[in-house]
């Protein structure tokens, strides 16, 4: 999307008609940011066609997300565009992965091991996850790491350079904070959050 600046680009979103038109053409025309997501895609399982598509919904949203106020511009467009077509792909890959992939568990004569389809959705949750903490920064990140294994406030304060556990524990308390606001400013992540912990 450079050398237009971002900030011109939302403008003329905001503005609509032909200007948002114009400026929704100049996004679809990035080609270093379309490329970037048809590769990621197709290292991910699919193919140019649907990294094509993953970028043309991944506007829609991002068109969408802009008009209702949802983009806090705490990142650039291209880098927030990327993350919705992320999520975006991954979602669909998922539901693709449920529907199409054999039942190998057969296999293993009823035991519970891990089979290609649980590898593949295991592995697409923790990046879905640590993409996610990473848009909260490297300090909350490690903070809520540590925090999920159970690590105690008092090795988090030490790990972390916390005068003691309450300054741990404030410190978590305001990553957590800005974990959910997070989530509730991009309710598409937030759904596709939900969807691995209520299958």
Known sequence: MKPVNDQFLINAIIEGGAKRQQAIRTIYDDSVLKSKVINFVRNHGGNTEDGQDIYHEGIIALDRNIRENKFREETSLQGYLFSICRFAWMNRAR?????????????????????????FENKER???????????????????????????????????????????????????????????EHPEINELLKNYYTK
């Open 95 to 119: 539901k693709q992965a449920k529907t199409t992939l054999v039942d190998e568990s057969k296999f293993f004569d009823g035991k519970d091991e891990e089979t290609p389809a649980l590898t």
């Open 126 to 184: 923790n990046e879905l996850l640590e993409s996610i903490l990473g848009n909260l920064g490297d300090r909350c990140r490690k903070i809520l790491e540590m925090w999920k294994l159970s690590y105690s406030m008092s090795e988090i304060a030490s790990k972390m350079g916390l005068a003691n556990d309450v300054q741990a524990r404030k410190a978590k308390y305001r990553c957590h904070n800005s974990l959910i606001k997070f989530l509730s």
